[in-house]
């Protein structure tokens, strides 16, 4: 990537992790082997974001409307979780900082005090950003920060006339944070699935007919080029 190009980079990349299911069923292997794969490409494509140096990398992995499925998959899902929580993710970047987007109560309790220790741990890294939604539902987001400005309002704290468009940003999971510039969803599906329906207001979206455990560095590559052709406006001219 040249020069010019690099200074076109977004800061802030989310993807949708889908189509694991249908890669694994085009294989005749079960479900869960296509989660796995999912997981791997999640590991590849995050060190190429690093080396590219974009500071901000956002992943949807299991989102509010996910306790639909069977047990056995959201086991073996959070099973996927359990080993990549304790490994993969504390090897993989010394330098980079972990967020966790989403409400992690409902989780089993290993997973959620594992999840808010490596949060906790890389807080002060200054390398990229990694944000994994986990639990998370746009809706879900933007009622908890709702329910938590009323709560200071009640509390005298804020006066409903203060709630601004910056206030509510820093009710959410993503406080502090720029908002996604570019949202990839590979698996063909042209819908965002209750991810970031607030912070991705404005991102340029780019749907993508590869399956996620085929993504590769080539298809990151061209969903920049997309996003680098696209003009942005944000409402002016
Ligand atoms: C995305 O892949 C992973 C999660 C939602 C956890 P899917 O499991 O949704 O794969 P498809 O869409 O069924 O192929
Ligand atoms: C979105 O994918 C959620 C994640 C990738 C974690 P889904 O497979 O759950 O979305 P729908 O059901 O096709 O909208
Ligand atoms: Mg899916």
């Known amino acids: ?4 190009q690099k200074n076109l980079l977004p800061r802030h990349v989310a993807i949708i992790m889908d189509g694991n299911g249908r890669w694994a069923k085009k294989r005749m292997l079960p479900r869960t082997m296509g989660h796995k794969k ?11 974001c690093r080396n590219l140096e974009i500071p901000y990398l956002t992943a949807y992995a299991f989102s509010t409307e996910n306790w639909k499925r069977p047990k056995e998959e959201i086991d073996a899902i959070m099973d996927l979780l359990r080993h990549y929580l304790s490994d993969v993710f504390r090897h993989q970047d010394e330098n980079a900082r972990l967020c966790f987007l989403g409400d ?13 220790r490596i949060q906790r741990e890389s807080a002060q890294n200054h390398g990229i950003t990694i944000n994994i939604a986990l639990n998370y539902g746009g809706r879900d987001e933007i ?3 709702a329910q938590n400005l009323a709560k ?6 804020l006066s409903p006339n203060d709630i601004d468009e910056a206030l509510f940003s820093d009710a959410l999971y993503t406080a502090g944070q720029p908002d996604p510039d570019l949202i990839i969803r590979p698996s063909g599906e042209c819908r965002t699935s209750n991810f970031l329906p607030w912070q991705g207001a404005y991102a340029e979206l780019v749907f993508m007919d590869v399956l996620w455990p085929d993504f590769s560095e080539k298809d990151f590559d ?6 680098q052709s696209r003009s942005r406006r944000f409402g002016g001219i």
Do not use: N, Q, S, V
């Open 104 to 116: 992690l109560e409902p989780l089993d309790e290993d997973i959620r005090e594992t999840a808010l």
């Open 143 to 145: 009622i908890h920060a």
């Open 1 to 4: 990537m040249g020069e010019t």
């Open 152 to 157: 200071r309002c009640m509390a005298g704290e």
């Open 222 to 227: 061209r969903a920049l080029e997309i996003y």
């Open 38 to 48: 999912g997981a791997e490409t999640f590991g590849k494509i995050a060190r190429y």
